[in-house]
């Protein structure tokens, strides 16, 4: 998934020169799990924490967030990138499985994320710079969950100017997290005499260094202000008298001061420039239209002066300035003149539109009141983002725009509505689409077509072919199989020859209708197209899903033995490769279920634990659903009623709606639980128990018990006599510490014991485990 990565922002901030060492800061910060870097701007959050980077021998990922990363695929897709720093390995298995993150959804990938961070070998860091800009609720829950399930070998850093939504009190409680407040990081009077000695040429005195202590209350923006003021002053006691107040007030005067001081160009390259997060030299040429490397060359004299701007990478091509200062900056721009920063604004767009950055560009558009060329951009992005399932911050561009400019574009319309059916509002859409219809068909009737705005010629002809799949895909997921046929046939007779990928996707859906309707054969030969116009629009993960589902179809058709082979052709395929493992869980279900149907029994019970053991490390959103369904069926089959119902239990928990057709829904195998249990009563299996069948021995010795255990307990006290603790038990299961111990509880009491150790004998003398 190709989602435009800004390097500057996983590179450690490179330190200020003349910065000194502050030995005491983390100084027992090993054995800790988390660190909470957590104070307001200018008190030297950041460079504090890459100071200790640059002291560790471990490798580290370091992030800088921005508002942008509020979009979870985006926050993923950089943490993925990150991670190459940790783990080269790791990184490319993120990526692969960023590539299914439509079929494994949120929380399917989280669950990647932690397990592949728990294979991780060395020690290693993890750094989040800029927390308090997250607000979106999915990415700190993913956090709680880290904490939950926390890597042995990882320790994560927080840096922010609030306190994070997590557990933080727990986390104190169990001495795991180590805390940097304010008054951890301001500068001693020893510190600041340091300071100073590396700053200025002359020396101050003992009572001098006492007062700028007290009055910047030993905050590190406040101390550089000052030194950086105090260069070449003769009076340096008049100065130092001239402030009074509180650490805010002392920054205001010291930064306005500072500012006032400087030569008129610079002033001005400062001000003009301060409308930009960040900055390079090429950028602020085309900015303040400039002669090339004229901006260069005063990013030098203000890195060499110490002028709050500090390098983002190590090449020191990109810069921002200090947020204290560029916030006074900023400020002072505005007061001049309302104008002009519109203007640069505006400028910047056309600049970051030009180097092919699209959420720098449209974020200055919007910024500089030019609504008709940010929407002419945002249009530009819909496909693609779509593709990427981004629209929801695609969307959040798109609610910037001004109703008059929306409704001028046809593209934009469509792509509000199809947000909107991403997000659930199946009905909401409609009007969106029917308004995209109507401005599409003002066109091209020639009525009033000069207010009509068209930037992406491509997805304005594909619009009533891509509507049209939109009302397909809504008839689906209601379950209108009629709909879905007539709506899908619509697209595919509007959709271009060349469309391979889109012509799939609607074939696909065609598939699906007819396969409900019960004609498997037409399905069949449609899901065979579909696979065809993939592999020529090399969709490789697309391609082996389809493998996957067409397998499911052989078994529908009672083809077993072409399943079998399809299914086994693509596991082979998959491991050869290393890519898109995601399949993997739910292929090996294919095959257990075959061997069901063939009344394998013990080959099932092999292949449900292949399944199981490669869906704990990450499956598809509706595997564990089916996982227990098919449990349920061949526990069923062995009379083994009780496990049966404890599956059917697990299966109903992890329900999960899929469009594809079930070959047997989960109350009819519940109803036929029941119905067997009835007609052959339990611990007489219809079959004969294969007594060298280590599965079977242990479902025998588990029926003996007086109350059975469920499959769920079954699972636990295996993973509790292979000698897993409480906490590996949580994460490999990816349940709460809290269930596991309730699950221990359970068995203990099952098996008429008290401790761990006595649960662990009991199991292994009756052939449990």
Avoid at 413 to 429: F, H
Avoid at 455 to 473: E, G, K, N, V
Avoid at 691 to 711: D, G, H, I, V
């Amino acid at each position: 998934m190709a989602i435009p990565i800004l390097m500057s922002k996983l590179h450690k901030p490179p330190l200020p020169a003349g910065m000194i060492t502050r030995g005491e800061t983390l100084k027992d910060s090993e054995d800790a799990q988390v660190i909470l870097v957590s104070a307001q701007a200018g008190s030297g959050k950041t460079t504090t924490l890459s100071a200790w980077l640059s002291r560790q021998d471990r490798p580290a990922c370091w992030y800088s967030l921005d508002d942008w990363d509020n979009d979870p695929l985006q926050f993923f897709a950089y943490l993925s990138e990150g991670l190459k720093a940790v783990d080269q390995n790791l990184s490319q298995t993120l990526k692969g499985l960023l590539d299914a993150y439509a079929s494994i959804g949120f929380e399917g990938f989280s669950k990647a994320l932690i397990y592949q961070l728990h294979t991780v070998e060395t020690p290693f860091i993890l750094a989040l710079d800029d927390n308090h800009v997250i607000r979106c609720q999915q990415i700190h829950q993913m956090l709680r969950t880290l904490l939950e399930h926390f890597p042995p070998q990882m320790q994560l850093v927080i840096i922010t100017r609030e306190d994070p939504p997590l557990p933080l009190a727990k986390l104190r409680a169990g001495k795991r997290l180590i805390e940097l407040r304010i008054s951890d990081l301001r500068f001693t009077q020893d510190e600041v005499k340091a300071f100073f000695k590396k700053h200025l040429s002359v020396p101050l005195a003992q009572e001098q260094l006492r007062q700028l202590t007290l009055r910047t209350e030993g905050w590190a923006a406040g101390l550089a202000i000052a030194a950086l003021w105090m260069q070449g002053l003769d009076d340096v006691d008049s100065f130092i008298e001239a402030f009074t107040g509180n650490h805010y007030y002392v920054m205001d005067y010291l930064m306005e001061e500072v500012l006032e001081h400087q030569p008129p160009q610079i002033k001005d390259f400062l001000l003009r420039t301060s409308i930009l997060d960040s900055f390079s030299g090429r950028l602020c040429d085309a900015l303040l239209q400039l002669e090339p490397g004229t901006s260069e060359a005063i990013i030098g004299t203000l890195v060499k002066t110490n002028s709050f701007i500090i390098p983002l990478d190590p090449a020191r091509e990109w810069y921002r300035y200090h947020h204290l200062f560029g916030d006074l900056l900023t400020q002072r721009l505005m007061h001049q003149t309302a104008c002009e920063p519109a203007a640069l604004h505006h400028r910047a767009g056309l600049w970051y539109k030009a180097e092919g950055q699209w959420q720098q560009a449209i974020h200055h558009l919007l910024l500089a009141n030019t609504p008709a060329e940010a929407a002419a951009l945002i249009e530009c992005r819909w496909a693609q983002m779509d593709m990427q399932l981004q629209s929801a911050s695609w969307f959040d561009m798109a609610k910037r725009l001004p109703t008059y400019i929306l409704e001028k574009s046809p593209v934009l319309l469509m792509g509000y509505g199809w947000a909107l059916l991403d997000m659930g509002e199946a009905e909401a859409c409609r009007e969106w689409f029917e308004k995209a219809l109507r401005a599409y068909g003002r066109y091209q009737a020639g009525e009033g077509s000069d207010g009509v705005m068209i930037a992406d010629r491509a997805q304005f002809d594909l619009l009533p072919a891509t509507i049209s799949s939109a009302y397909a895909y809504i008839a689906a997921a209601t379950g209108d199989a009629e709909g879905t046929l007539r709506h899908a046939q619509e697209a595919l007779s509007k959709l271009p020859k060349d469309q391979y990928f889109k012509r799939s996707i609607v074939g696909t859906l065609l598939a699906i209708a007819n396969w409900e309707k019960g004609d498997l054969q037409e399905a069949q030969s449609l899901i065979k197209e579909s696979i065809k116009g993939i592999k020529i629009a090399s969709k490789p993960f697309v391609e082996n899903s389809y493998y996957m589902v067409l397998g499911e179809l052989y078994i529908q058709q009672g083809a077993l033995d072409q399943a079998q082979a399809l299914l086994e052709q693509t596991i082979s395929h998959l491991i050869l490769e290393n890519t898109d493992v995601i399949l993997l869980p739910t292929l090996y279900l294919g095959l257990a279920k075959i061997a069901f149907l063939q009344r394998d029994s013990k080959k099932a019970y092999a292949l449900l634990e292949q399944s199981k053991t490669q869906g704990q490390q990450y499956a598809l959103m509706d595997w564990r659903y089916k996982y227990f369904l098919l449990l349920a069926r061949v526990y069923c089959s062995e009379g083994l009623y009780d496990l049966a119902r404890g599956s059917i239990r697990e299966s109903k928990a992890h329900y999960y709606l899929n469009p594809i057709p079930e070959d047997i829904k989960i109350q009819d195998v519940e109803k036929q639980i029941e119905a067997m249990a009835v007609r052959h009563p339990a611990k007489q299996p219809m079959t004969v128990i294969d007594e060298k069948n280590p599965m079977m021995k242990k479902e025998r010795a588990n029926q003996s018990l007086p109350e059975p255990l469920t499959a769920r307990e079954l699972e636990v006290l295996t993973l509790l006599v292979s000698g897993l603790s409480n906490q590996e038990i949580a994460n490999t299961l990816f349940l709460a510490l809290s269930t596991v111990k309730g699950y221990n509880h359970a068995i203990f009491q099952k098996l008429g014991v008290s401790r761990q150790t006595q649960a662990i004998l009991a199991a292994k003398g009756l052939g449990l485990a």
